[in-house]
């Protein structure tokens, strides 16, 4: 551990690969925080399947960028779905029906993956959602549990167990005589990282939606009587966040890897953001985001990859205790 | 009221009592001129493509001895035919479905499930019944270091893996007038029994050379970005870079070493084949080296299957949808054999007798020599190690085998 610090004084340079990795990776991490907090906040829902929506919408993007024969023949996974062997048998016999799908850039797969993920998003809130959001929170913790399970099991009965990639197949630069080096699709992936997360913070705060949304999650009684369709309000927030959470999924595929059951991770690491970061706080999920992003790198650095994960668990648990001591300081004893 | 009770008592007594006789062993080891063999392995879950290879493989070896007249025990000729459970890719499930062959259906002899884990899983349970199982899937050292006797691996064990890259970098150190001691090398494992056991056999290598190892991390289980790893490997210029971590951990850092523009001369992984690095990283994997268990291109062979280059035509001809033929198939399919050899000298279905003809196993197959040691792993065959070269795989170590030369340093 000790060699690893003075290695980076040593060479100093490296801290600059570790800044920019971490800040790369942490704005995804602070997109799909950005959601958790919308949900949690809006409709006090704490989602256990983002990280499931992350990498669904992973798999909507590396799907569309790899050639796939439609129906017949299909050589990378195997849909087991019964209505989906229904139409392959249908289909053989029409053999006309039979066609290529083209391969598209992951990029272009990112707007796809909102779109989908956001009619998946509403469709959850109503069937799921809808049903467990006036029940106590371990109704709601239960549910959304089995969810993120149940997606994992599909996504691994349609796609397979195996590690996938989307490749982008842009340049890769280098600095500092190749010790610092800074792939394109990592720079692109901020800056569309950036550019969703404006989008919808002027969504929220200009349209008519948006403050709908805000309105409800201020007093949901108070909203209900001025005439806003709360019930609306929340399918349309959880469908947000479930599309928030595809575009944050196709950037992760595109930049480290996707497999069904990695999910977990990144649930994780959205909790630990907003934990931190604390609800309705926004830059403050920023700033936690790439915080996280950062210190992930650092400790993997320091103590071995084998304690990257274990800072994001160990953060966790030191935030809540500091909030834990903090509270207390205020509390009040009760006469 | 008292006499129906006493009927109802007595009635579910007898339903119980003809039930636990319908359960017990019907001896189904052996079904007039059929040998059956039990399976319990991986058809859904995250072994299932895998899995996947060694059912076809088992199928295949069953086929090819049923084709050639089948198995001749006491004069007759007895066809295979092999019961398969789905163990989901769960431990748990692969014990419970072990019971079940062996007490339910009263299977005698058993073919091994997908994977070190299951594996680990299913030995208590045979050791327990005394039942003999050829396993052809499950590597880890430490399968056989707890004194098991029914067990019987046809593969090569884990800390094979990557030693012999050990070896190349010593040789090549020895070629460029360096001592081999000078050699630096940068270890990522993840943290599970299968990639600790490389470990294990990397550092007995590592002593052996007196080669000092200056990165050694572990990569947690769901871990899907070594850059933290990789940027320590690029201050710190190793002469050879170890990984090993499933397909996760092959195309984790094939995609980041290619982003890094990691340049160290040498680099050997595990699993480059099933994570199918070459398709999707294209030529920044020139150079690679990965090890196997068995090579297509290799000059072994056998009575049933001819050479292994026959086995791939067959094994291409009989299922669709192959490019390549894994290895994990072909193992499977030599276990079968060494239970049709094991018949046929054992003449009998005692499991007892079975038990230590198998032990005395020496045979020649298209799969390499198969020998076990005392404690069941296969010590008559090599790892080989196949460098990816122009996108191809060519065996380049040990030098017996080798078909090309080993490209140095890495382009």
């Known amino acids: ?335 | 009221m008292s006499i129906s009770t006493k009927f109802l008592r007595a009635l579910t007594f007898g339903v119980a009592a003809a039930g636990l006789l319908a359960a017990g062993p019907a001896s189904a080891k052996v079904e007039g001129d059929t040998i059956i063999l039990g399976s319990a392995i991986s058809f859904t879950g995250k072994y299932s493509t895998n899995g996947i290879h060694a059912k076809n493989g088992y199928n295949l070896g069953v086929k090819r001895v049923n084709e050639m007249g089948g198995v001749m025990v006491g004069g007759k000729a007895y066809k295979l035919k092999i019961i398969y459970y789905d163990d989901e890719s769960t431990p748990l499930r692969t014990a419970q479905l072990a019971e079940r062959l062996i007490k339910q259906d009263g299977i005698k002899f058993l073919l091994g499930p997908y994977s070190s884990a299951t594996t680990k899983a299913m030995a208590p349970i045979t050791e327990k019944y005394k039942i003999p199982m050829v396993e052809a899937e499950g590597a880890s050292r430490s399968l056989f270091t707890q004194g098991y006797k029914y067990l019987f691996c046809v593969i090569s064990t884990s800390e094979q893996y990557l030693a012999s890259s050990i070896a190349l970098a010593a040789e090549i150190a020895k070629k460029n007038g360096k001592k081999p001691s000078s050699v630096r090398v940068a270890m990522a494992f993840e943290n599970d029994p299968f990639s600790l056991d490389v470990r294990a056999g990397v550092m007995d290598d590592l002593k052996k050379f007196g080669m000092k190892a200056v990165i050694d991390d572990k990569l947690p289980r769901d871990l899907s970005d070594m850059s933290a790893t990789l940027t320590k490997v690029k201050a710190l210029k190793p002469d050879l870079l170890l990984i090993s971590g499933h397909s996760k951990g092959a195309v984790t850092a094939a995609r980041q070493i290619k982003e890094m523009k990691i340049k160290t001369p040498m680099i050997a992984m595990t699993h480059c084949e099933s994570a199918k690095i070459i398709k999707k990283f294209g030529d920044s994997t020139n150079g690679y080296l990965c090890p196997t268990q068995w090579a297509e291109t290799l000059n072994y062979s056998g009575a049933a299957f001819g050479t292994a280059g026959d086995y791939d035509k067959l094994f291409k001809a009989t299922y669709d949808g192959y490019k390549n033929v894994p290895y994990q198939a072909a193992q499977a399919s030599a276990a079968v054999l060494v239970w049709k050899d094991a018949f046929e000298r054992a003449q009998s279905f005692d499991t007892e007798k079975l038990r230590d003809a198998l032990a005395a196993t020496n045979m020649k197959t298209f799969y390499g020599g198969i020998k076990f040691s005392k404690a069941g792993n296969n010590i008559a065959k090599p790892m080989v190690l196949r460098q990816i070269q122009n996108g191809k795989l060519n065996v380049v170590a040990p030098s017996k085998w080798a078909s090309h030369k080993v490209d140095w340093p890495r382009k």
């Open chain 1, 1 to 335: 551990m000790m060699d690893n610090l003075s290695l980076l004084v040593q060479v100093p340079v490296l801290n600059i690969q570790l800044l920019l990795d971490g800040i790369f990776v942490g704005s995804i991490f602070a997109l799909a925080a950005y959601g958790l907090a919308l949900v949690w906040g809006v409709m006090n829902v704490k989602n256990l399947a983002q990280g499931d929506f992350v990498i669904m919408g992973g798999y909507i993007a590396w799907w569309l960028s790899i050639d796939v024969n439609i129906w017949i023949g299909m050589p990378a996974f195997n849909f087991d779905f019964l209505w989906i062997s229904a139409l392959h048998i249908s289909t053989t016999a029409i053999p006309f029906l039979e066609f290529m799908k083209p391969a598209i850039h992951p990029i272009f797969g990112l707007p796809v993956a909102v779109v989908v993920m956001f009619g998946f998003g509403w469709f959850i809130y109503i069937t799921i959602i809808s049903r467990v959001i006036g029940k106590d929170m371990f109704t709601s913790l239960l549910a959304t549990f089995g969810l993120a399970l149940v997606i994992s099991q599909l996504l691994n009965l349609a796609f397979g167990p195996e590690v996938q990639v989307a490749e982008s197949g842009f340049e890769v630069n280098s600095f500092f005589d190749g010790m610092v080096t800074v792939a394109n699709i990592r720079f692109i992936s901020l800056i569309l990282a950036g550019l969703l997360a404006a989008m919808v913070i002027t969504f929220m705060k200009f349209s008519r939606m948006g403050q709908a949304i805000r309105a409800t999650a201020q007093d949901p009684r108070a909203a209900k009587v001025m005439g806003i369709d709360t019930e609306r309000i929340y399918a349309f927030t959880f469908a947000l966040n479930a599309a928030i959470c595809g575009a944050a999924g196709a950037l992760i595929s595109m930049i480290w890897v996707i497999q069904p059951f990695f999910g977990i991770a990144h649930s994780i690491r959205s909790f630990v953001i907003v934990t931190a970061a604390g609800l309705g706080n926004l830059p403050g999920v920023i700033i936690a985001g790439l915080g996280l992003g950062v210190a992930e790198l650092y400790s993997g650095f320091v103590f071995g990859a084998e304690l990257q994960q274990f800072t994001v668990v160990g953060l966790l648990v030191a935030i809540l205790v500091w909030r834990q001591i903090q509270q207390s300081r205020h509390r009040q004893p009760v006469q």
